[in-house]
Each structure stands twice: as C-alpha cells, then as structure tokens.
C-alpha cells in the first residue's frame, strides 16, 4: 500500500471518530470558520486557479471543460455560501426516525449516523472541493478528495483555506484531506483502500466512473453521466418549450443536468425546429438530426447511433422526430443514463404517463433539467447525483451521506 494513502486514511479514520462526538452546534461553527476562510484566502484561490487555467489553454483544453475549471469572486462566493446554508439545515445525525415496540418489550430505534470516511474522485471542477467538504463536514463523515489534474493548483488552495477554517475551529485539519498527487496509479490505489474508506463516490464524466467501478474493491456510489432528454409532445406550448430548450442546453452545457437529445413529436416539428434552431443560433449550437429532422433543418449534420447515446458536455444537440408518444418514449427508455428526463406538454394525461413511464433520478414536466441541483432541491449544495437505485438516487445532499444503526431499549430481557 502507498504510503501517503495509508497516512491519510489512517488520520482521516481518526478524525472522523473525533467527528463522530461533536455537536451540531460544533459543527456549524466549523462550516461558518470554512465560509470564513474562503474569503481570507480568495486572492491565493484565485492566482493558483489562473495558473491552472493558463496550463489548460496551453494544453487545448476544451472550451466548455476550462469554463467548469474557472473561478472568480462571484464562484468562490457561491462555494462560501453553501457553507452557510449548510450550516442552517437541520443535522441528520443522532436523528431517530423511527421507535417501536417489539412483543419482547424491547424498544428498537433507527438512528441516523455517519458513513465514516468517504472518497471522493473528480474531474475539473474546484468547486466540488468546497461542496464535497461542506457536506461530508456537516453529515459527520472525514473526507479524503482526489480531484483532477487540470484542477490541482485551484484545489490545493482551497484546501489549504479550508483547513485553516477547520484548525481554527478547533477541528483536526485531517477530517478534510486532499490527494496532491493526480496520478492514475494512485488513483487506482486509492480504490482500494478498504482498510479505511467506508464508501468511494465518483464525480465525473463516463469514461472516470466506469474507470472506478471496474478497478475499484471499496464500494462504489455511482453518480452522474447525463444523457438527459427533452421531450416535445404535440401538446406542447412552443414559445415554453422553446425557452426551457434554450436553458438546459445553453446555460451551461458542460454540466451533466444539461440537456444533450432534444426529441420531438412530428405534429409540432415543422412549428417548432426553425424556431428553437434560431433560440440555439446565437450560441452555435451544432445540431445533430435525424432524417426528418434535416428535412426540416438542412442546416443540420446526420446523426449517428452513437450520437443518441453521447453525453456531449458542449454545445452540440441531437435532435430526433418521432411520429408518437409511444416512439419517444422507446426512444428515451433506450438512449437514457437514468439522470433526468423532461417533457413539455399541456395535457395532463401525457404528462402522468411520462411521470410512470420513465425511470429516472429525476423527471420534469415543464421545467428545465437544469433544476437536477442539490442546491436547487432546499440541500445547500450536493455530493454529485446518483444515477443508481441502491441506497441514494438524485442529488445526494446530507442525509444520503449518512447510514444507519438500530438501537435497542431494554429492562433486563433475555431470549428464550
């Protein structure tokens, strides 16, 4: 075993046993210290990202990938108020969700309590540094992150404020800890730490989540590939549908709640596709259709098999004309990474349909699936969004971060 690794698990097993015994109040006192030292130390947070991102440009970094890199004050000010609004949301831990009698008399409870230790592996993005923090601080669980290498730099100071904002708390800096090498192979190694990580969570692109769940032996939380749809049905209020198209694929399109396959019922698509297609126009959308999509849209380039089933992170869209409800539906349930699914639709009907019909983390009726935020769900902030079905689903904010023990009441019974 690496020998970092080992030092770091072992003092992070230690602190989470330290975290494990503080109060609420304790810890709200250490988020607001964090909040805190985000500010203190902006102008080393921010020299240290600009290095990062001058050595992204001069490595063709793409675009959409060095705008997800990318601080500045407005950014470090979204990662310190999530501290703060951490800290106003209710604890989980300790909290007893439910106590009933047993026929023996025994009183049996079902206490929330922390994970213990968790990893956490991402791309290039610094402020999931502070969110992932914040949450995993907050939940009662120590942290150990290993982010990306076009991010080091920015992830470096980060930590390095957040664990003053923790000594000064009077918490042992090691409850946060950060990888400072972004190698694979300690990567690899760091997926199998099972001595001292209690969960591993991948926050990423495909290619890094498949890469930990096929190498890593601790137990995995899948989160977040994005093959996200929006549907158009020919109920649907165009002018509506238009603007919702328009924020979930050009607000921010490297980000995994972004829409990447628009499909659209054939009774509304000569209506609709030249009007969105002028919407998308100023952003440079690529449009990637179908047959009769590009009968409509000669502007638009043929759409391949693998194109349906892309997550393009950037400001390409697939478009696909269906001739039925029942079609869109085939269509989604075959291409969908199970992350968020939308439908614009006036009748009510079609949109309960959808809501049975589609087995996702997240599915709209008439909203953007920008909203697919722990942020935006009242969590203050989210750990990434599980795509899975076992223990978390959605935006994993504090209580996703918790487990559970029972615990047992008794006067002096003994089994028989």
């Known amino acids: 075993m690496n020998s970092l690794l080992q030092e770091m698990g072992i003092a992070a097993k230690a602190a989470a046993n330290s975290l494990r015994k503080s109060s609420t109040k304790q810890k709200n ?3 607001l210290a964090m909040e805190a030292a985000l500010y203190t130390h902006q102008d080393a ?23 997800r890199l990318t601080l500045n004050p407005q950014r470090i000010k979204g990662m310190a108020d999530s501290f703060k609004e951490i800290a106003q949301l209710p604890d989980p831990i300790g909290y007893v969700e439910e106590m009933t009698k ?16 968790i990893g956490i592996i991402y791309e290039s993005r610094p402020n999931v540094t502070a969110d992932a923090s914040a949450l995993c601080f907050k939940s009662g669980n120590a942290v150990i992150l290993r982010g990306g290498k076009e991010a080091l730099e920015s992830n470096k100071a980060i930590m390095t404020a957040l664990q003053a904002g923790l000594a000064e708390a009077g918490f042992a800096k090691e409850t946060l800890q950060l990888i400072p090498d972004p190698s694979r192979e300690l990567a690899n190694e760091f997926m199998k730490l099972n001595d001292y990580l209690d969960c591993l969570i991948p926050r990423g692109g495909a290619g890094l989540i498949q890469n930990v769940l096929k190498n890593a032996t601790v137990p995995v939380i899948e989160t977040g590939v ?19 198209l328009v924020n979930a694929k050009c607000s921010r399109p490297s980000v995994c709640n972004s ?19 002028k919407a998308l126009a100023p952003y440079k959308v690529e449009l990637r259709g179908d047959a009769k999509t590009r009968s409509i849209l000669p502007e638009a380039v043929p759409a391949t098999e693998e194109d349906f089933a892309a997550e393009f992170s950037d400001f390409i869209l697939a478009v696909k004309v269906v001739s ?26 079609t949109a309960q349909n959808f809501l ?9 009726i008439n909203a953007s699936s920008r909203f697919t935020d722990g942020g935006c769900f009242g969590f203050g902030g989210e750990i990434g969004i599980s795509t899975q079905k076992l223990h978390a689903r959605g935006p994993m904010g504090l209580k996703e971060l918790t487990s559970y023990k029972y615990i047992i009441y008794g006067e002096g019974q003994i089994r028989s």
């Open 356 to 364: 049975n019909d589609i087995d996702a983390a997240a599915v709209y």
């Open 226 to 244: 994005g093959n996200c749809h929006l549907y158009i049905d020919k109920a649907a209020e165009l002018e509506m549908a238009t603007r919702i």
């Open 324 to 349: 039925s409800y029942d079609e869109a539906i085939a269509h989604i349930q075959k291409y969908s990474t199970g992350h968020s699914e939308v439908i614009v639709t006036d009748h009510y009907q």
């Open 29 to 31: 006192e250490g988020l």
């Open 259 to 277: 829409i990447e396959t628009l499909v659209v019922h054939e009774a509304v698509a000569d209506a609709f596709l030249p009007v969105f297609a």
């Open 45 to 67: 947070i921010l020299a240290a990202n600009a290095n990062d991102i001058a050595a992204a440009e001069a490595n063709g970094l793409a675009t959409p990938m060095i705008e």
């Open 102 to 117: 047993s026929a023996d008399g025994l009183m049996i409870g079902k206490q929330r309590v922390p994970l213990g230790v």
